[in-house]
């Protein structure tokens, strides 16, 4: 059975949904949204999920549309939080995992969604960072990822501006902060995984086609490699098939490069 | 904050917009591309209204049109795009780079706690984050306080009282009762915290019919009501009509250049009005985005 990069990529995002677990995505997340159904029709049949836009508990949706505030995504969900109820619970520390992404992420999981070249004079400026500003402070883990891991990208020594909060800003460590959360676990790339035993990144996990050198050169900080560097687990077979059923629009594929959907593996 | 009474608040379009003062802080219902306001967007911008400062959670297409229009001075919204469904947004961000608009991004949980602090009638109140990002750097109104009993620092923000929320509707009655579908998204925050709402609504029905589906917005925070069908278009209103995915593309692509946004806004908004704005979509495709019920494929082909 062969498979695609962004297969192989959402089944690793959806392993960081623990079983039993309250998990929420945001907007403009489309790899994540597709990795917590993947997670909830597979080995986390107990998680409670929060749909990003729609506050939908649970929800099964057909299909995974493109944009997130839309009732496609509340289909078969068993209850509609209100907007207030899902921030309260995230802030008063009751969600346990929330997927991130960045357009610059830092070696400590700091992200900026809001600016390249920082404000108020923005070289670039991006959507904006939703909750995440309050509610990375609070969850207890944060699951990063970014399909945007090339020379001078994503992941940069120091972050235009810091929207979303990882373990350390200039100011201070989360503990220095005050902030109860644990911070960014895991860092999913579309060249490997790394993990922050010592609240910076370290790369654990590489694509069975990508060197460490090419993690090297693509990487905008210098970072230590786990002693044992393994490979990101396989999917299984069912798994593939669940996130074609899950999103047969491919939504998940507009996070990636042409180049990169056109890696290709096999089972 | 404001209460309206009266049995009939039912105008037109150009009256309730009308209401909007220039300067003004207005709240935008809805979200991302979900029942946004738009025939008051679009009705603003025929009046030619400036200098407004607007307030809200995610955003896309309500925005991007506002500041396109040269009607925003300052943007206080936590998010302003069109996600991974037609990128970034194309007025915002070239007035961004340019600082012709200010951009005081906030968290969609930092705008809720300002509501909440003026619903309350409080002076302020603390948020669990923003200390130590740069959105704290974008906000000089922020203060940090220690918390008399624990002895920890948070940020403190002021509340946000709009001088109006725009929000749009499925269902309302001609005293202002308005029925909406989950997510509310802000919108019950903006009516109480704001000193009016002016709503539009896709129809006037009976306050019995009203009341049967439920309400979510109470007659006496709402100023000014109009029935403008299709008045989310190309945001969606559920159950009546899916967002128009393609329209949406379209005014981004314009948008590219600011001719192009020039070229949308004279052919869509300003050279016509909303009855004109509905006959250059058509009936039937506007009718097609109602036609998301009759199966999941029919629905899937909204988003090709």
């Known amino acids: ?267 | 904050m404001g209460v309206h009474l009266g049995a009939d608040k039912q105008t037109d379009l150009e009256t309730a917009a009308g209401l909007v003062q220039p300067g003004s802080m207005v709240a935008l219902g809805g979200g991302l591309s979900a029942r946004l306001p738009m025939a008051l967007v679009r009705q603003l911008i025929r009046d030619g209204i400036g200098d407004l400062h607007v307030v809200g959670s995610a955003h896309s297409i309500d925005v991007d049109l506002l500041v396109a229009a040269g009607s925003i001075s300052v943007c206080e919204e936590s998010y302003v795009g069109y996600e991974q469904d037609h990128g970034l947004a194309p007025a915002f961000r070239r007035a961004a780079q340019e600082g012709s608009i200010e951009v005081r991004e906030s968290c969609c949980d930092t705008v809720l706690t300002q509501l909440r602090a003026a619903e309350m009638g409080l002076p302020f109140l603390p948020v669990h984050g923003v200390k130590g990002t740069g959105i704290e750097s974008l906000h000089p109104e922020y203060r940090r306080v220690t918390c008399p009993f624990t002895g920890q620092i948070f940020v403190a923000v002021p509340p946000l009282a709009p001088d109006v929320a725009l929000i749009h509707a499925p269902l309302g009655d001609r005293s202002g009762n308005l029925h909406l579908e989950q997510p509310y998204v802000l919108d019950e925050r903006f009516a109480t915290a704001s000193a009016m709402v002016i709503a539009t609504v896709d129809r006037i029905a009976s306050t019995d019919e009203v009341q049967a589906a439920g309400i979510v917005i109470p007659f006496y925070r709402v100023a000014a009501i109009a029935e403008v069908p299709f008045g989310a278009h190309p945001s969606s209103c559920y159950p009546g009509y899916a967002y128009d995915r393609n329209h949406i593309g379209e005014w981004v692509e314009s948008a590219a250049t600011p001719s192009g946004a020039e070229d949308y806004l004279s052919r869509y908004v300003t050279g016509t009005d909303e009855a004109g704005y509905r006959s250059l979509l058509g009936a039937q495709r506007l009718e097609r985005l109602g036609s998301y019920t009759e199966s999941t494929a029919a629905w899937m082909e909204m988003f090709t």
Request: one cysteine or more; glycine letters at 10%.
């Open chain 1, 1 to 267: 059975m062969r498979f695609s990069l962004d297969e192989y990529f959402v089944v690793e995002l959806a392993r960081a949904v623990g079983d039993a677990e309250v998990t929420f995505h945001g907007f403009a997340s489309p790899c994540a949204t597709v990795a917590m159904h993947v997670a909830k029709r597979s080995h986390a049949p107990s998680a409670l999920l929060i749909e990003g836009a729609m506050y939908a508990v649970n929800p099964y949706p057909d299909f995974i549309p493109p944009t997130s505030n839309d009732h496609a995504l509340k289909q078969g969900a068993v209850y509609s939080m209100r907007f207030e109820e899902a921030f309260d619970m995230s802030v008063r520390g009751e969600v346990d995992n929330m997927f991130l992404s960045g357009v610059q992420i830092d070696r400590y999981g700091n992200t900026n969604v809001t600016a390249i070249g920082g404000m108020p004079t923005p070289k670039v400026k991006m959507g904006g960072g939703g909750g995440g500003c309050n509610i990375s402070a609070t969850i207890e883990r944060l699951t990063l990822w970014t399909t945007n891991h090339r020379p001078g990208r994503c992941l940069v020594d120091k972050c235009d501006f810091i929207t979303d909060i990882g373990h350390r800003t200039p100011e201070g460590t989360r503990a220095e902060l005050g902030y109860p959360g644990s911070g960014p676990q895991i860092l999913i790339t579309e060249l490997g995984v790394f993990d922050f035993p010592d609240g910076e990144a370290r790369l654990r996990k590489l694509f069975p086609d990508v060197a460490v050198d090419t993690v090297k050169e693509s990487t905008g900080f210098d970072f230590p490699i786990a002693s044992d560097l393994g490979v990101v687990e396989a999917p299984s077979r069912r798994q593939i098939e669940l996130v074609r059923q899950v999103d047969p629009l491919g939504v998940r594929r507009r996070e990636f490069r042409p180049a990169d959907l056109q890696r290709s593996f096999h089972l």
